[in-house]
């Protein structure tokens, strides 16, 4: 910072054993600011380094290129159109728990960080749920209040072994603006692969193979969904980026296949911001309209894609590979030779829908659920508060059948969704309760966030679990007489419960459950239990109730 009035150092909060969490801005009009930078109209670039501490080559080539440009003068042309910010260590906590043997499966540096924070939260698991401090800091200070044009997040990749020294990854399936996949195809896919290619490098996508370290099974390139960096930007209308070089090469040819991407990737935005700018201002353009959508039929949402069956050829550079049985093991072990191995797998790349759910006029919170408000706010989701009761009707999701993970992930044991019904209400909101209109750049945020099937929602993330359990009962012998006049006075009811009997042996087996069976059907039953709170509206409330 001291040899260049282009770079200002400052800090977007506090990690979670006290460290500030370092930010650096390069900016040719000294635009140190989120309002200078917009002013300028130039495209806002953010790189992430250091989310998983051990994987830090992102540090050290950002480092090197903020050398490059303070001192050197060397590549003051990328920043003619172009405003940078770097986070050259994100998990600041784990960067300090440096040491020899943090990564077995990399080779070098000689000390590496951790990578996780000290209370064990993975922040690259973390964006949309945002548990830790870091990354609430990250959200909050940098991310909405700059709103990137483009988000880089570098990484290290473990996996089978090859000659490609650089992977990337982007989401450009149906759960992603096109916008933004079409210009990640056209101006990095085509130009900068081109341009680091040139550069020597071979580089290839995310090589995530389909069957184990087996690459003649084919590489699935899925989306990501919104826990990772690579999910959470196309839900703010920001195209994502991951970067991966190979585990395997040097640690200095990693920084270098890192930097030069970079650079590949600056100069593009540099020599073309108003095509970046035009696909991030056509995705905020597309959500704000679903929002403002008449018919229902128009306002479809995929909350989670799969790889489909098609395939492409992907010429693949690998390492010639025999497999031994190991007596260790009990299975085929790869024997990794120098020998090069040319040649064509699959790639699978072609995404379908497998959930889609119709967005509603918008979302109704009641106030007293605070770590849904609290998230809402981290996420720059915009949003008004009632200042009168307001009575209208509405939709609420009924969960009918859910499961808990046997296993903590996260710090959770995350609820998965597997039915449920829309009933219509007439619910009564109060001042203080949350309206989310969904006409806004951050509209699939707020989806993601309180759509009960959301495959990284709040429900999901067990915020709502109080939902679930059981909070009053009724005594055997106090329903037994109720049960018994309801099958008198009812015969569907009585078909129904032999019914059961006959094909659920448990059941049949449990008195509690027989009991319940009836309690559940009486009026003493809780009305709100396994009701999702978070309604869905028919139709934005009025000007009138609402706070300015």
Same mark, same amino acid.
């Given at each position: 910072?001291?040899?260049?009035?282009?770079?200002?150092?400052?800090?977007?909060?506090? %990690?979670?054993?006290?460290?500030? $969490?370092?930010?650096?801005?390069?900016?040719?009009?000294?635009? +140190?600011?989120?309002? #200078?930078?917009?002013?300028?109209?130039?495209?806002?670039?953010?790189?992430?380094?250091?989310?998983?501490?051990?994987?830090?080559?992102?540090?050290?080539?950002?480092?090197?290129? $903020?050398?490059?440009?303070?001192?050197?003068?060397?590549?003051?042309?990328?920043?003619?159109?172009?405003? /940078?910010?770097?986070?050259?260590? +994100?998990?600041?906590?784990?960067?300090?728990?440096?040491?020899?043997?943090?990564?077995?499966?990399?080779?070098?540096?000689?000390?590496?960080?951790?990578?996780?924070?000290?209370?064990?939260?993975?922040?690259?698991?973390?964006?949309?749920?945002?548990?830790?401090?870091?990354?609430? &800091?990250?959200?909050?200070?940098?991310?909405?209040?700059?709103?990137?044009?483009?988000?880089?997040?570098?990484?290290?990749?473990?996996?089978?072994?090859?000659?490609?020294?650089?992977?990337?990854?982007?989401?450009?399936?149906?759960?992603?603006?096109?916008? /933004?996949?079409?210009? /990640?195809?056209?101006?990095?896919?085509?130009?900068?692969?081109?341009?680091?290619?040139?550069?020597?490098?071979? *580089?290839?996508?995310?090589? %995530?193979?389909?069957?184990?370290?087996?690459?003649?099974?084919?590489?699935?390139?899925?989306?990501?969904?919104?826990?990772?960096?690579?999910?959470?930007?196309?839900?703010?209308?920001?195209?994502?980026?991951?970067?991966?070089?190979?585990?395997?090469?040097?640690?200095?040819?990693?920084?270098?296949?890192?930097?030069?991407?970079?650079? &590949?990737?600056?100069?593009?935005?540099?020599?073309?911001? #108003?095509?970046?700018?035009?696909?991030?201002?056509?995705?905020?353009?597309?959500?704000?309209?679903?929002?403002?959508?008449?018919?229902?039929?128009?306002?479809?949402?995929? $909350?989670?894609?799969?790889?489909?069956?098609?395939?492409?050829?992907?010429?693949?550079?690998?390492?010639?590979?025999?497999?031994?049985?190991?007596?260790?093991?009990?299975?085929?072990?790869?024997?990794?030779?120098?020998?090069?191995?040319?040649?064509?797998?699959?790639?699978?790349?072609?995404?379908?829908?497998?959930?889609?759910?119709?967005?509603?006029?918008?979302?109704?919170?009641?106030?007293?659920?605070?770590?849904?408000?609290?998230?809402? #706010?981290?996420?720059?989701?915009?949003?008004?508060?009632?200042?009168?009761?307001?009575?209208?009707?509405?939709?609420?999701?009924?969960?009918?059948?859910?499961?808990?993970?046997?296993?903590?992930?996260?710090?959770? +044991?995350?609820?998965?969704?597997?039915?449920?019904?829309?009933?219509?209400?007439?619910?009564?909101?109060?001042?203080?309760?949350?309206?989310?209109? /969904?006409?806004?750049?951050?509209?699939?945020?707020?989806?993601?966030?309180?759509?009960? @099937?959301?495959?990284?929602?709040?429900?999901?993330?067990?915020?709502?679990?109080?939902?679930?359990?059981?909070?009053?009962?009724?005594?055997?012998?106090?329903?037994?007489?109720?049960?018994?006049?309801?099958?008198?006075?009812?015969?569907?009811?009585?078909?129904?419960? @032999?019914?059961?009997?006959?094909?659920?042996?448990?059941?049949?087996? %449990?008195?509690?459950?027989?009991?319940?069976? +009836?309690?559940?059907?009486?009026?003493?039953?809780?009305?709100?239990?396994?009701?999702?709170?978070?309604?869905? #509206?028919?139709?934005? *409330?009025?000007? %009138?109730?609402?706070?300015?």
């Amino acid at each position: 910072e001291s040899a260049s009035p282009w770079l200002h150092l400052t800090s977007y909060g506090t %990690s979670g054993q006290g460290r500030p $969490l370092p930010l650096v801005i390069v900016s040719k009009d000294r635009t +140190f600011t989120p309002e #200078a930078a917009r002013a300028t109209g130039k495209a806002v670039v953010l790189i992430q380094c250091g989310i998983h501490s051990g994987e830090i080559e992102g540090k050290d080539a950002c480092l090197a290129l $903020l050398r490059d440009i303070a001192v050197l003068h060397a590549r003051d042309e990328l920043l003619d159109h172009v405003v /940078l910010l770097v986070l050259p260590i +994100f998990s600041v906590d784990a960067h300090e728990r440096a040491g020899p043997y943090n990564r077995i499966n990399q080779s070098g540096p000689e000390n590496a960080g951790w990578r996780t924070t000290p209370v064990g939260l993975n922040l690259n698991r973390d964006y949309l749920k945002a548990d830790a401090p870091e990354m609430r &800091a990250m959200l909050g200070n940098v991310f909405t209040k700059w709103w990137p044009d483009l988000f880089v997040d570098t990484h290290t990749t473990d996996g089978a072994d090859y000659r490609h020294d650089v992977t990337y990854l982007y989401n450009h399936g149906p759960d992603a603006p096109a916008p /933004l996949g079409r210009w /990640l195809d056209q101006a990095f896919g085509d130009r900068v692969l081109s341009a680091l290619t040139a550069m020597g490098h071979l *580089p290839a996508p995310y090589l %995530s193979f389909r069957r184990g370290d087996d690459p003649a099974s084919g590489v699935a390139l899925g989306d990501s969904p919104p826990r990772f960096s690579t999910g959470y930007g196309p839900l703010q209308c920001t195209p994502a980026l991951l970067v991966e070089t190979h585990m395997l090469k040097p640690y200095e040819a990693r920084v270098r296949a890192t930097f030069d991407l970079i650079v &590949a990737l600056l100069a593009e935005v540099n020599a073309r911001p #108003a095509a970046l700018q035009g696909a991030v201002a056509a995705a905020q353009a597309e959500g704000v309209a679903r929002g403002r959508e008449r018919d229902p039929a128009r306002r479809a949402v995929v $909350l989670a894609a799969r790889v489909g069956p098609d395939s492409v050829l992907f010429p693949y550079k690998g390492r010639a590979t025999r497999r031994e049985l190991s007596d260790i093991t009990g299975a085929p072990v790869a024997r990794y030779s120098e020998a090069p191995w040319d040649t064509l797998i699959p790639l699978f790349r072609d995404l379908e829908p497998t959930l889609v759910v119709r967005q509603p006029a918008g979302y109704l919170v009641p106030r007293e659920w605070s770590t849904c408000v609290e998230r809402l #706010a981290i996420h720059g989701v915009r949003v008004r508060r009632f200042a009168r009761a307001w009575t209208d009707s509405v939709e609420m999701a009924r969960i009918l059948e859910w499961s808990a993970a046997p296993r903590p992930a996260e710090g959770h +044991f995350p609820i998965a969704v597997t039915k449920l019904e829309l009933v219509g209400k007439r619910r009564t909101f109060r001042p203080g309760d949350l309206w989310v209109p /969904l006409d806004q750049r951050s509209a699939l945020v707020a989806v993601h966030l309180l759509e009960p @099937q959301a495959p990284d929602g709040l429900l999901h993330w067990n915020v709502f679990d109080t939902i679930f359990e059981r909070k009053e009962y009724a005594e055997e012998y106090v329903m037994e007489p109720i049960a018994r006049q309801m099958l008198k006075d009812d015969p569907a009811l009585a078909r129904e419960f @032999q019914s059961r009997l006959a094909a659920d042996s448990s059941f049949a087996r %449990s008195p509690f459950a027989r009991t319940d069976f +009836f309690y559940r059907r009486t009026r003493w039953a809780d009305p709100e239990q396994d009701l999702y709170p978070v309604a869905r #509206a028919l139709q934005a *409330p009025p000007e %009138s109730v609402l706070e300015p």
